[in-house]
Structure formats: structure tokens, C-alpha cells
């Protein structure tokens, strides 16, 4: 299950071909995987804001209550799995459309592979400087976009070009569910899961 990982940083050309040889049976078996990974910022997220802490103007350091953190965290981490799961709900939806060979945990799991450099770069949250932070988000989200175009041909089993169609409308769905999670979260910070700041 996490044997694919370096593959999938180093050369994800012939890693996206070893899981795209799997069986229906091992690919569902892999479906673990993303629900452990998606741990990964959560976690960094948590110990982040309420132990080590940030600065903005100044010397000060501001902190999250682990109180308010908690929420938080898990809405986090219910954003990402909602994520994959609607993606790789999308990335099925879209099969019969591409002439792609698909159910749905396929989907899933495809996107939770894809979605490698993000989960790893989440982890930098435990040390929450802005500028890093903002920096890696950008080169994983970037990877991890390069992922999903180089992944969708051998896993959903079609050419190159109609690959090519068939990721970028899976692109564009994901930047959707982006801008409803940006404006649930502003509404869910204001009236549902504040956070509570400290000195």
C-alpha cells in the first residue's frame, strides 16, 4: 500500500503503471490508504496551531486552544476525505463518457495517489510558517495535478489523448469542490468551529 509512494515521487510513469496492472481486488484493498494519509495534515495541522504556533507581526506568537483545534481538525480532515470521495465518485461518473474501465473505490483511490504530495507536504504544518508553507502547498498542489493527468491513462485503462480530455475535466471538478470548501469554511469559522486564539 505505501510501497507506491516513492515510485510515485521518483518516477510516477512506471509507478502509475503498476497500479494501474493491479487487480479490481488489490486496487479495493488500497483504499486504505488515503484514509490514513489523509491524517497526515490533520495532525500537522493540530500540533501546528497549538503547540508551536505562528507569527505575524512582530515577535509575538499566536497559538489555536487545543479545545478549538480539535474541530477544526477534524472538519480538516472530513474536507480532504469528502475530497476523494467526491472526485473519485466524478473520476467513475465520468468513465462511460472516456470509454474508461471503472467502479467507484477505483476512483477514490486513484485520486487519494494523486494526492500523495499534497498529504506529505501537509505534515510541514507542524511548523507553521507562512511563506514555507505556502510555497510547499503550491509545489504539491502542482505535483499533485501532474500526478493526476500522468495516472488517469494506465489506471482507467485509456489512450493518451482521450486521458489527456478526461483528467482535465476531473481537474476542473476538483477546483469546484475547492471553492464550495473555501466558502464552507469561512461559514463553519464563523458559526460553527470558531477558533480561539492564545498568547
Known amino acids: 500500500m505505501f510501497g507506491h509512494v516513492i ?9 502509475w503503471q503498476k497500479i ?3 487487480s479490481d481486488d488489490a486496487l479495493r484493498r488500497l ?4 484514509i ?4 497526515l495534515p490533520a495532525i500537522g495541522f493540530y500540533v501546528g496551531t497549538t503547540q508551536v504556533g505562528w507569527q505575524v507581526i512582530g515577535d509575538d506568537v499566536t497559538r489555536i486552544t487545543p479545545g478549538s483545534a480539535i474541530p477544526l481538525a477534524v472538519l480538516f480532515y472530513a474536507a480532504l476525505m469528502g475530497a476523494l470521495i467526491f472526485i473519485g465518485w466524478m473520476i467513475h461518473w465520468m468513465s462511460s463518457t472516456y470509454g474508461a474501465e471503472s467502479f467507484f473505490i477505483k476512483g477514490v483511490v486513484l485520486m487519494g495517489y494523486a494526492c500523495t504530495p499534497v498529504f506529505l507536504a501537509g505534515l510541514f504544518a507542524v511548523y507553521p510558517v507562512w511563506w514555507f ?10 505535483y499533485a495535478i501532474r500526478l ?6 494506465p489506471v482507467m485503462k485509456v489512450p493518451e489523448d482521450r486521458g ?6 476531473v ?7 475547492v471553492v464550495v470548501v473555501l466558502s464552507a469554511t469561512a461559514i463553519l469559522w464563523e458559526y460553527v468551529a470558531p477558533p480561539v486564539f492564545t498568547d
Request: no cysteine; hydrophobic share 60%; charged share 5%.
Open 20 to 22: 494501474g496492472s493491479l
Open 164 to 169: 489527456f480530455l478526461y483528467a482535465s475535466a
Open 31 to 34: 483504499l486504505l490508504y488515503p
Open 133 to 142: 508553507d505556502v510555497l510547499l502547498a503550491i509545489a504539491a498542489g502542482s
Open 7 to 15: 515510485g510515485l515521487l521518483i518516477d510516477p510513469q512506471a509507478q
Open 36 to 39: 490514513l494519509m489523509g491524517l
Open 148 to 153: 493526476l493527468y500522468l495516472g488517469i491513462p
Open 171 to 177: 481537474f476542473m471538478m476538483a477546483l469546484v469542490y
